[in-house]
């Protein structure tokens, strides 16, 4: 029985997906674990729960971000070495097949599910061929993913996947480049089921954006609530979605009847400026339209705790960003914050403008992209220093997750909300991100520094 290793690398700096209190398992390689052929024994190795250690195999699939990908390169070597065939997919080898060709012998390009058994095929033939292309996946006959092959007791949260693709192209995300424009839909049936077999009680959503693109889409999601409460699926979901999610207050009942308890939603800026160099027309108009405080409120009074994420340090950002939209956050209480840095991923618009500038900074690749985890500045933006980046994020963070900042934003949260459960999980996400700003050199080199005198603008 030929034995199949299939690896989840990480990047050395640990995020949320790393604690355990927000952890949720990776969906790619039980998806991959769910068609290969049944006479092959399976290993998966996750190394963002366990340290990799050298585990025998006939062949060996990895897969990996951008940011984890020199790991990738890194435990390819180990195989490569003994002669064991090494394959490499996911978005980053996708959008880099020759650079990622030099570290493994071979690289899938593309959603997966549709040429891995062809893979498999040519390496027991002794023909594997140096590039394979996937095509994009029928989520009518998706099968179920592997669960059982997780270390399901790690994980806290369960993860289901819903959709595929994504037609907004936003100018730093790569989803579009990966999955399609064309927005895909799983049957709700289909869905629904295997929500059913999901053991952990708490479920991630991991579609980009639960609600898709128009009316169509919003009523499978409408659906897809109704057919819980129905099943009577008694689950806590956590999800994302677009600020559009907010649009429709009975929808927003529905989903905190059926479990969502917390959303996520790319806010991105309240610098109309950088919306607009991002490509996010969606956020653009309701921001215009001062429409802002109007929809995170409507999904916190619904019941649902509002993770709102931001991305600051762009080219349209200035000094004075980081004052305005901490003061945006606190006024329109969001519960559970997230920033980012703009990281040009390859496959981006923002790569290709960066590159085409020759404005990226640290072209030591493959290690430099260990720094592309949307937490480092790779290149210098037009308004700032690099250091007054870091100094923003130091000085927006120090104050959002202070200790009274803490208690006033927990105490809105379960007002606002009404609900306990939503509090909770709110208040251990916030942990999860206050731990990891504990752990970086941001707040290691700023912590001691009066940071109110550059940024306080009040």
């Given at each position: 029985m030929?034995?199949?290793?299939?690896?989840?690398?990480s990047?050395?700096?640990k995020?949320l997906?790393?604690?355990?209190a927000?952890?949720?398992?990776?969906?790619?390689?039980?998806y991959?674990?769910?068609?290969t052929?049944?006479?092959?024994?399976i290993?998966?190795?996750?190394?963002?729960?366990?340290?990799f250690?050298?585990?025998?195999a006939d062949?060996?699939g990895?897969?990996a971000?951008t940011?984890s990908?020199?790991?990738a390169?890194?435990?390819?070597?180990?195989y490569r070495?003994k002669?064991i065939?090494?394959?490499?997919?996911?978005?980053?080898?996708?959008m880099?097949?020759?650079?990622?060709?030099?570290?493994?012998?071979?690289?899938?390009?593309?959603e997966?599910?549709?040429?891995w058994?062809?893979?498999?095929?040519?390496?027991?033939?002794?023909?594997?061929?140096?590039?394979?292309?996937g095509?994009?996946a029928?989520?009518d006959?998706?099968?179920?993913?592997?669960?059982?092959?997780?270390?399901?007791?790690?994980?806290q949260?369960g993860?289901?996947?819903?959709?595929?693709g994504?037609?907004m192209?936003?100018?730093?995300?790569?989803?579009?480049?990966?999955?399609?424009r064309?927005?895909?839909r799983?049957?709700?049936?289909?869905?629904?089921?295997?929500?059913?077999?999901?053991?952990?009680?708490?479920?991630?959503?991991?579609d980009?954006?639960?609600i898709?693109?128009?009316?169509?889409?919003?009523?499978?999601?409408?659906?897809?609530?109704?057919?819980?409460?129905?099943k009577?699926?008694?689950?806590?979901?956590?999800?994302?979605?677009?600020?559009?999610?907010?649009?429709d207050?009975?929808?927003?009942?529905?989903?905190?009847k059926?479990?969502l308890k917390i959303?996520?939603?790319?806010?991105?800026s309240?610098?109309?400026k950088?919306?607009?160099s991002?490509?996010?027309?969606?956020?653009?108009?309701?921001?215009q339209q001062?429409r802002?405080p109007?929809?995170?409120?409507?999904?916190?009074?619904?019941?649902?705790?509002?993770?709102?994420a931001f991305?600051?340090?762009s080219?349209?950002?200035?000094?004075l960003?980081?004052?305005?939209?901490?003061k945006f956050?606190?006024?329109?209480?969001?519960?559970?914050?997230?920033?980012?840095?703009?990281?040009?991923?390859p496959?981006?618009q923002?790569?290709?403008?960066?590159?085409?500038?020759?404005?990226?900074i640290n072209?030591n690749?493959?290690?430099?992209?260990?720094?592309?985890?949307?937490?480092?500045?790779?290149?210098?933006?037009f308004q700032?220093?690099?250091?007054?980046?870091?100094m923003?994020?130091?000085?927006?963070?120090k104050?959002?997750y202070?200790?009274?900042?803490?208690?006033?934003?927990?105490?809105?949260?379960?007002?606002?909300?009404?609900?306990?459960?939503?509090?909770?999980?709110?208040y251990?996400?916030?942990?999860?991100?206050?731990?990891a700003?504990?752990?970086?050199?941001?707040?290691?080199?700023?912590?001691?520094i009066?940071?109110?005198?550059?940024?306080?603008?009040?």
């Amino acid at each position: 029985m030929p034995r199949v290793l299939l690896i989840n690398p990480s990047n050395i700096h640990k995020g949320l997906g790393n604690i355990r209190a927000t952890a949720w398992p990776p969906l790619n390689l039980p998806y991959i674990a769910a068609v290969t052929p049944s006479h092959y024994q399976i290993e998966i190795l996750d190394e963002n729960i366990e340290p990799f250690e050298y585990r025998e195999a006939d062949i060996v699939g990895i897969t990996a971000y951008t940011a984890s990908v020199y790991r990738a390169y890194q435990i390819a070597q180990i195989y490569r070495k003994k002669s064991i065939p090494t394959i490499i997919g996911g978005i980053h080898a996708s959008m880099m097949p020759e650079e990622a060709l030099r570290y493994c012998d071979v690289v899938v390009k593309g959603e997966a599910e549709n040429i891995w058994p062809k893979v498999l095929e040519d390496f027991e033939a002794g023909k594997l061929k140096r590039q394979y292309e996937g095509t994009w996946a029928d989520l009518d006959n998706l099968p179920s993913p592997r669960r059982d092959i997780l270390r399901n007791p790690y994980y806290q949260w369960g993860s289901i996947q819903t959709s595929r693709g994504c037609p907004m192209n936003c100018t730093f995300c790569s989803v579009t480049a990966f999955n399609g424009r064309r927005f895909r839909r799983r049957p709700l049936e289909k869905v629904i089921e295997e929500l059913k077999q999901i053991p952990q009680n708490k479920i991630m959503i991991t579609d980009d954006n639960l609600i898709g693109y128009g009316e169509k889409d919003l009523e499978w999601a409408r659906s897809f609530f109704n057919k819980i409460l129905e099943k009577d699926i008694k689950k806590i979901f956590f999800a994302q979605a677009s600020i559009v999610f907010g649009e429709d207050p009975d929808f927003v009942r529905l989903a905190s009847k059926a479990g969502l308890k917390i959303v996520f939603i790319g806010m991105e800026s309240i610098n109309p400026k950088a919306l607009q160099s991002f490509g996010k027309k969606v956020n653009l108009k309701r921001l215009q339209q001062d429409r802002y405080p109007e929809l995170i409120n409507r999904i916190r009074k619904g019941g649902i705790a509002f993770l709102g994420a931001f991305v600051l340090g762009s080219d349209a950002d200035n000094i004075l960003s980081f004052h305005h939209t901490l003061k945006f956050i606190k006024s329109s209480r969001i519960d559970i914050l997230q920033i980012t840095k703009p990281t040009p991923l390859p496959g981006t618009q923002l790569w290709e403008e960066l590159i085409k500038g020759k404005r990226i900074i640290n072209n030591n690749f493959p290690q430099a992209w260990e720094n592309y985890r949307l937490t480092k500045m790779v290149f210098i933006p037009f308004q700032m220093s690099i250091e007054d980046v870091y100094m923003g994020f130091t000085y927006l963070r120090k104050i959002f997750y202070s200790f009274w900042e803490t208690i006033r934003r927990t105490f809105f949260t379960l007002i606002d909300t009404k609900s306990l459960i939503a509090t909770i999980i709110a208040y251990k996400f916030n942990s999860s991100y206050f731990k990891a700003f504990k752990n970086s050199d941001h707040y290691r080199k700023y912590k001691s520094i009066n940071l109110k005198n550059k940024f306080g603008i009040d």
